[in-house]
């Protein structure tokens, strides 16, 4: 596609249910990335894709949240027994580059805005 | 700890020009990057800077000073859509972002 996309771009679920965000990057883009953002933040760093294996996830708040790209395409994130405090806009970037490469902009989908009753 | 600061909210009127300050303090520097954030909306690449200096892109210019750990984004000839979030953002040692939390700009008529 012409560029990153998300979906659902809303999802309402109620504490402890299980959620899935998929991201679709950019064809061709080797690295991805997933944010979450709350109002008035900047994205928070969550975990990096190099490919199909997770480079870097040492921004996962904790073993409820984990993200898969068996494919080294398209990635998905799931949150199991979702509390309130996951309540934010998950965002899904990706780049052409390694993460390391000397520009590397990183492309952006719109979100998905994940509620938590 | 790491820490990027910007303020939290700038206005500035149509056709003038505005300058918004970043501080920071990371673990390591490998480029500094600004985003544009309008409400609702994904974060767009605005500029990227490795090397002290001034890097000009039509109205948009960026400013570095690694010593001072100090960047600023300049936006000349400001238009009504230009009011939106202005994202700081650093790439530390381990080749991550670290993001400000954003600075709100308003442009009045």
């Known amino acids: 596609g012409a560029g990153v996309s998300q979906t659902p771009s809303n999802k309402v679920t109620e504490k402890g249910k299980y959620v899935e965000l998929r991201c679709d990057p950019i064809?061709?883009?080797?690295?991805l990335y997933w944010y979450r953002q709350s109002l008035g933040q900047g994205p928070e760093f969550l975990i990096y894709f190099q490919g199909t294996g997770a480079a870097d996830d040492s921004g996962l708040p904790n073993d409820r949240f984990f993200a898969v790209r068996p494919e080294g395409s398209v990635s998905t994130l799931k949150i199991q027994r979702t509390e309130r405090g996951d309540s934010a806009v998950y965002l899904c970037?990706?780049?052409?580059?390694?993460?390391?490469?000397?520009?590397?902009?990183?492309?952006f989908g719109p979100g998905t805005r994940l509620t938590v009753l | 700890g790491q820490n990027i600061d910007q303020p939290t909210e700038m206005t500035a009127t149509e056709g003038a020009i505005v300058q918004i300050n970043c501080t920071y303090q990371t673990s390591g520097f490998n480029g500094l990057f600004w985003y544009q954030q309008h409400a609702g909306e994904a974060p767009t690449f605005l500029s990227y800077n490795v090397l002290d200096g001034l890097e000009e892109k039509g109205r948009f210019s960026s400013f570095l000073s690694r010593s001072k750990g100090y960047s600023y984004l300049l936006l000349k000839e400001l238009q009504m859509k230009d009011s939106a979030s202005y994202l700081c953002?650093?790439?530390?040692?381990?080749?991550?972002?670290?993001w400000g939390a954003g600075t709100k700009l308003i442009i009045k008529p």
């Open positions: 970037a990706s780049s052409a580059g390694l993460a390391g490469s000397s520009y590397n902009e990183q492309f």
């Open positions: 064809s061709g883009h080797t690295a």
């Open positions: 953002a650093v790439r530390d040692s381990n080749y991550q972002l670290i």
